[in-house]
C-alpha cells in the first residue's frame, strides 16, 4: 500500500527537480519515457486493469489502472498510432498529476495538483517542436510569482503575476 504512494510522490519529485534544471527540447521525449515507466510500475501493482476503446482518433483507447488500497486510478489515453497523449493520476477521485503530449509524441504540459485538484506548484508548458513555452508557479490554480515564457525561437520574456494572478508585467 504504503509503497505505490511512496513510489508515486517520488517519481513526481525527481521529474520536477530534473525538469527545473533543464530546458532541452529532448527532455520532453525523456519525460514520455518516464510516464512509461510510471504506468507500468503502476500496472504491477493494480488491482484491476482495463482497456476501453474510442471512435475518435485523438484517444483511441483508454487504459485504466486501479489500486484498490491506495485510492489511484490512472487514466492513460493513446491515439491511434498507440502514442501517450493523456495521463492523469487521481488518489481519492482527485487530479494529483496530469500530463498531456502533442500528437507528434512531445510533451505539451505536465502540472501536480493540490488536495481540492487544482494546478499547484510548478509546472513547465511547451512547444510542439519540445522547446519550452512557459515555466513557473501556480498556487491553488492561479499563476503566480515570477513566470518565465519563451517565443517559439527560445527568446526569454519575463512575466510577473500577483497573488491573484494579475499580470503585473
Sequence with gaps: ????????????????IVA????????SLLQN?????????????SDTFYVKRYGRTDFVTAEYIIVKKDSIHV??????????????????????YVARFFKNGQLM????????????GIATNYYDNGSVKEHGNYTNGIKTGKWKEYSV????????FDTNGIKIR
Excluded: H, P, W
Design 109 to 120: 504540459a505536465k502540472t501536480t495538483c493540490n488536495v481540492k485538484g487544482n494546478i499547484d
Design 1 to 16: 500500500m504504503k509503497f505505490s504512494v511512496y513510489f508515486l510522490v517520488v517519481f513526481i519529485s525527481v521529474f520536477f
Design 153 to 160: 525561437e527560445n527568446k526569454l520574456t519575463e512575466t510577473v
Design 75 to 96: 487514466q492513460v489515453m493513446r491515439d491511434s498510432a498507440n502514442k501517450l497523449r493523456q495521463l492523469v493520476v487521481t488518489k481519492k477521485n482527485i487530479n494529483v
Design 20 to 27: 527545473c534544471n533543464n530546458t532541452n527540447s529532448n527532455l
Design 33 to 45: 519515457q518516464q510516464d512509461e515507466q510510471l504506468i507500468d510500475s503502476l500496472k504491477k501493482v
